[in-house]
Nanobody
Framework: QVPLVESGGGLVQPGGSLRLSCAASGFAFDTYAVRWFRQAPGQERELVATISSSGSVTDYANSVKGRFTTARDNAKNMAYLQMNSLKPEDTAVYYC?????????????????WGQGTQVTVSS
C-alpha cells in the first residue's frame, strides 16, 4: 500500500489550470501537515505550498502566491493543489509530502511520507 499517491498532472498551455490530488492511505492523515514541492530538471526541490493538519493554515511560496491554492479533505484522506494562471516556469515534477513532528521526546522527530510525483508541463 503506497501511503501517498498523486494524480492530476499533465500538459497545459500557459494561463491554464490544473488540479493536483494527493490520496493518503495507511496512516493518520489528519494528524499530518501536507506540503507540496516541485522539482524542475537541474534545479533543487522547491517548497510551494503548505497546509496544516486541520486545514486552517496555509502558506505559499512567493512564486505561486495568488495563483496556487491548497486544500484538504480529511474525511476523504485527500489533499489538493489548485494551480491557476500557469506559467512555463511552473513546469516541474510535483510531489506531495505528509509530515508530522513528534515533540513528545527529548528531541523533535519528523515523520514523512512522500508521493511518487506527477509531471506538470506548461507549454504552448
Amino acid at each position: 500500500q503506497v501511503p501517498l499517491v498523486e494524480s492530476g498532472g499533465g500538459l497545459v498551455q500557459p494561463g491554464g489550470s490544473l488540479r493536483l490530488s494527493c490520496a493518503a492511505s495507511g496512516f493518520a492523515f489528519d494528524t499530518y501537515a501536507v506540503r507540496w514541492f516541485r522539482q524542475a530538471p537541474g534545479q533543487e526541490r522547491e517548497l510551494v505550498a503548505t497546509i496544516s493538519s486541520s486545514g486552517s493554515v496555509t502558506d505559499y511560496a512567493n512564486s505561486v502566491k495568488g495563483r496556487f491554492t491548497t486544500a484538504r479533505d480529511n474525511a476523504k484522506n485527500m489533499a489538493y493543489l489548485q494551480m491557476n494562471s500557469l506559467k512555463p516556469e511552473d513546469t516541474a515534477v510535483y510531489y506531495c509530502n505528509a509530515r508530522r513532528i513528534d515533540r513528545s521526546g527529548l528531541r523533535p522527530e519528523a515523520f514523512d511520507y512522500w508521493g511518487q510525483g506527477t509531471q506538470v508541463t506548461v507549454s504552448s
